[in-house]
C-alpha cells in the first residue's frame, strides 16, 4: 500500500515556476514508476510527466516539454515537478500517482494503482 501527499500548489503569473512535491509512504516506494497527471475544470485528467523506479528514464506531455522536469529522491520518498514558463492553460488540479511493475504505458491513467488528492495550480494572465 502507497500513499502519496502532494504539496506546493498556488497562485502564480504567467512566465512563473512553482515546484510540486509528492511525499509517499511505504518502503517499496524506489521500486514504483511515477507520475504527474492533471485534470482542468471540464476536461479530462491528462498525462503531464512520468519517471521510471530508478529515475533514469522521464517521459514528458509535448504541452510541458522542455519546461517542466521531474525527479524523484528514493532516499526521501518524493518525486517533484519543477514547472517552469508557466501558462494559464497550465491551470489544473496536478495529481502524483504511482505503479509498480512495468514503466511501460506510463501516460494510461488507468495503469496507476495510487493517487493523491491533488494540488491546485492556477496560473493568471
Known amino acids: 500500500q502507497v500513499q502519496l501527499v502532494e504539496s506546493g500548489g498556488g497562485l502564480v503569473q504567467a512566465g512563473g515556476s512553482l515546484r510540486l512535491s509528492c511525499a509517499a509512504s511505504?518502503?517499496?516506494?524506489?521500486?514504483?514508476?511515477m507520475a504527474w497527471f492533471r485534470q482542468a475544470p471540464g476536461k479530462e485528467r491528462e498525462f503531464v510527466a512520468a519517471i521510471s523506479w530508478i529515475g533514469s528514464t522521464t517521459n514528458y506531455a509535448d504541452s510541458v516539454k522542455g519546461r517542466f522536469t521531474i525527479s524523484r529522491d528514493n532516499a526521501k520518498n518524493t518525486v517533484y515537478l519543477q514547472m517552469n514558463s508557466l501558462k494559464p492553460e497550465d491551470t489544473a488540479v496536478y495529481y502524483c500517482?504511482?505503479?509498480?511493475?512495468?514503466?511501460?504505458?506510463?501516460?494510461?491513467?488507468?495503469?496507476?494503482?495510487?493517487w493523491g488528492q491533488g494540488t491546485q495550480v492556477t496560473v493568471s494572465s
Open positions: 511505504g518502503r517499496t516506494f524506489s521500486t514504483y514508476s
Open positions: 500517482a504511482a505503479k509498480p511493475g512495468n514503466y511501460g504505458t506510463y501516460a494510461n491513467t488507468a495503469s496507476y494503482n495510487y
